[in-house]
């Protein structure tokens, strides 16, 4: 006797990105699979389904539907119910309900070319073949093409591509891979490439070559090229070509600032740098950041050749991999590294539109490649780094944005927080999403603050948030400030301040799912103390809603204030000031010697208070043993000086300076007295990379004996490490090994950068878990 086993029905609700990344047709294709009944849709919230048939088919689908979700999908939320059998045998996809995908809907990030894709690329029986703007579901534009929401094809900037039979046969096949990708095209119909001169008059290539051949013809021939890629447009030369690196730096005006280099796969990236399992698999991810790597020590063989101006002195190398059909075909043709770095000139947002990037990049690049797709929203490259086996984000942007991230807070109140000055983003945060923006830049000149307030709004419009709490730094100059003063008084939304170094620890907190109370460390170069002195090294208790001062180092004055941070010489004349009270300390010291003409003058500025603010930054700290040793007396981009001496300092010197701390709460760190140790060592004699090892070890000494000491007075053992400093890895390391060895919990950055980029998202969870009411300091 058989027996049938009665079917059942399930509404399924999913959450998440899963609208605009093939999420319909791959249900319709899993429930066709298991010989299942039903329907899939889209609706204001996500993916709603209703599945019937056998119980053990419907029990394996929602297994799958999780284990095999679609690439650019992110679920977050799976829902179920049990509900009356129709009797569908047949598997359907339904139409969207009224108004169509909502403002309440996810957009994906822009996304490398999958490997379907590349396969066509190469293929010359495709008709795709060597197509430059080929894509489907599983990748290609996404963020930086979208106009506004619902998002459909008519709300990006492919609106005015009508698609050509083929390629509209396969946007309305459930069963193809380009079902409802809205960007997709195709020689006959979609975007064209084009290579021309700044004021448009095309450049002609090698006899019966398209412009991808010319372009790599010019870049062989060691001129700069521009090229418009997914959020912008970046400059290219040959990485090989002393006299093509040079002559970039020179027009873009970027002195020593390492350069990113894009290489075509793996193997051509080991060739080059040490890379680990983690790293290849960041290098390769559909999020394509700029990897930071070791450079591999020049052999016998040495690695190919890569220009020393492309990253001058720098231990490491920013290396990504191709993420457009662009970048794959102009790098097959090239068939060497080439240079890839942001189209702009220096201080400057990265140029996005093309009669901008024609004017503004005319003095710098010989020629541009283009095309006629517009970009809507600037979005540089992210960086990401290795941290003790994990992926640590410095810069979060392309292939990142516009992902929610996961809070430990629900937002009662939507909440705009406007950031730093500094590596600046935004944050927006409604419902349990905080929406962090992508990379800015400086707001120090018009067109970035443009930026800024451009990405502000289209964020608001694209995710439907109306801020009723506008967060922002303390510091009363800063641009962002201003601008959230501004938003609030036109909206009636509440002003909250946070302070810059609360902000950090609570970044920290937030990337880590967790609400505190910690030990928070915040070192970084500057930030606004509410007692009128510039912070910077900082140690906090903490949770998500207050803090107090709990230990910082010991002030010193800022000689000629922001003259001392793009100086660092002056921040070692006030620390050598202060840690030879009675004097100018050894005879002899060359950073004297080289800034004789201005020293005293500094000093007396230094001694007397005069236009020489208080501050306790670890930045500074770290300048002025720069310019103790000769790295750098003067700096061309922020973090120069205490980049190049951890590029100094020998790792395996064991060495350790110690700083006394004295007083109640706060308690005060003498950090002059790693000063006063790294001057007597050098008139010692003793060697600049060791004195910068005993340096950097004996910051992580004050640092791990600080932290021992308000665990006794507190009894908290978690400590958060946020700031710019922590960039540092020979300090980050160091400080996280000591910290575990005294048995601490430790929290890093992951998800967000350390520094002043994930100010925002701190601001943002503050202002959540603040009562409702006047803002606290």
């Known amino acids: 006797m058989t027996t049938t086993t009665a079917a059942i029905r399930t509404a399924v609700r999913v959450e998440g990105i899963v609208q605009g990344v093939g999420f319909r047709p791959f249900v319709y294709g899993l429930a066709t699979r298991l010989g ?17 048939g056998d119980p053990a088919a419907v029990a394996r689908f929602l297994v799958l539907l999780e284990r095999e979700s679609p690439p650019l999908a992110r679920i977050d939320k799976v829902t179920t119910r049990d509900v009356a059998p129709a009797g569908s045998v047949a598997f359907a996809i339904a139409a969207s309900p009224a108004g169509g995908r909502s403002r309440r809907a996810l957009v994906s990030a822009d996304t490398a070319t999958c490997a379907d894709c590349l396969a066509e690329l190469a293929d010359p029986g495709d008709r795709r073949y060597g197509y430059p703007f080929i894509n489907c579901t599983n990748c290609g534009p996404r963020f930086t093409i979208v106009t506004d929401v619902p998002y459909d094809r008519a709300a990006t900037t492919m609106a005015g591509f009508e698609m050509c039979p083929s390629c509209a046969a396969e946007y309305h096949d459930p069963a193809d891979r380009r079902f409802h990708a809205q960007p997709t095209c195709c020689r006959a119909c979609g975007p ?7 004021d448009g008059t095309p450049v002609p290539g090698p006899a019966g070559s398209g412009p991808i051949a010319a372009a790599a013809a010019l870049l062989r021939a060691g001129q700069v090229l521009a090229v418009k890629g997914l959020g912008g447009y970046h400059l290219a030369a040959d990485a090989g070509s002393a006299p093509a690196a040079a002559a970039l730096r020179q027009r873009k005006h970027r002195e020593d600032k390492p350069f990113a280099v894009m290489v075509a796969d793996i193997a051509a990236a080991r060739r080059l740098c040490e890379v680990s399992g983690t790293a290849a698999d960041l290098l390769a991810s559909a999020r394509r950041p700029i990897v930071l790597l ?5 052999g016998a063989d040495g690695p190919p050749a890569v220009a020393p101006a492309v990253a001058p002195g720098n231990r490491q190398l920013g290396v990504m991999l191709p993420y457009t059909p662009l970048h794959h075909l102009l790098l097959r043709e090239l068939a060497a590294p080439m240079i890839l770095t942001s189209g702009n000139v220096s201080d400057e947002p990265i ?5 901008d990037a024609r004017q503004r990049l005319a003095g710098i690049a010989d020629a541009v490649l283009g095309h006629d797709r517009a970009i809507h929203i600037r979005t540089d490259d992210s960086v990401v780094r290795v941290f003790r086996g994990g992926a640590a984000v410095l810069r979060r942007s392309r292939g990142y944005v516009p992902e929610p991230l996961p809070v430990p807070v629900t937002f009662a109140r939507p909440v705009l927080a406007c950031g730093a000055e500094l590596k600046s983003t935004f944050c927006l945060g409604a419902r349990g999403h905080a929406f962090l923006s992508h990379h800015i830049g400086d707001l120090e000149n018009a067109e970035t603050l443009r930026s800024f307030t451009e990405g502000v709004e289209h964020f608001r419009r694209l995710f439907d948030i109306e801020p009723q709490v506008i967060a922002h730094d303390l510091h009363p100059d ?3 400030t201003a601008h959230a003063a501004r938003l609030a008084a036109l909206s009636g939304a509440e002003l909250a301040g946070v302070q810059h170094h609360h902000a950090h620890i609570a970044s920290c907190l937030a990337d880590n799912g967790e609400t505190g109370p910690v030990i928070g460390v915040a070192f970084d170069g500057t930030g606004y103390g509410p007692d ?12 998500l809603a207050g803090y107090r001062r709990a230990a910082h180092l010991e002030p010193v004055p800022m000689p000629g204030g922001a003259a001392a941070i793009r100086q660092p010489w002056r921040m070692a004349a006030s620390y050598l000031a202060a840690a030879y009270p009675a004097g100018s300390g050894p005879a002899g010291l060359t950073v004297r010697a080289r800034n004789e003409r201005a020293w005293g003058t500094i000093a007396a500025m230094a001694e007397r208070g005069i236009n020489a603010p208080l501050t306790s930054s670890a930045g500074r700290l770290f300048d002025a043993v720069a310019a103790l040793l000769g790295v750098r007396d003067a700096i061309s981009y922020e973090g120069q000086a205490a980049i190049e001496l951890e ?11 110690r700083a006394a701390a004295g007083g109640g709460e706060p308690l005060r760190i003498a950090a002059a ?13 003793v060697s600049a990379p060791v004195i910068a090892a005993r340096f950097h070890n004996g910051v992580a000494a004050l640092i791990e004996e600080t932290c021992v000491t308000l665990r006794d007075r507190c009894g908290l053992d978690t400590v958060a490490l946020s700031g710019g400093v922590f960039q540092n890895l020979l300090l980050a390391d160091r400080v996280v090994r000591a910290l575990a060895r005294r048995g601490f919990r430790v929290l890093t950055h992951r998800r967000v950068p350390c520094n002043d980029g994930g100010i925002s998202l701190g601001q943002a969870v503050i202002a959540a878990s603040r009562a409702p009411g006047p803002a606290a300091g």
């Open 478 to 480: 800063y641009l962002s």
């Open 532 to 543: 009128g002195t510039i912070w910077g090294g900082e140690f906090l208790i903490a949770d």
């Open 647 to 657: 590029q100094l300092a020998d790792p395996a010197e064991p060495g350790c300076y």
């Open 36 to 52: 299942l009944g039903g329907l899939v849709g889209n609706d204001a919230d996500g993916v709603f389904a209703e599945i019937e």
């Open 351 to 355: 140029a996005f539109a093309d009669a």
């Open 294 to 298: 070791p450079r591999r020590a020049a």
């Open 673 to 685: 007295d790693l000063v006063r140790a790294a001057a007597d060592d050098l008139s010692a004699g």
């Open 192 to 198: 064209r490439l084009r290579l021309e001169t700044s």
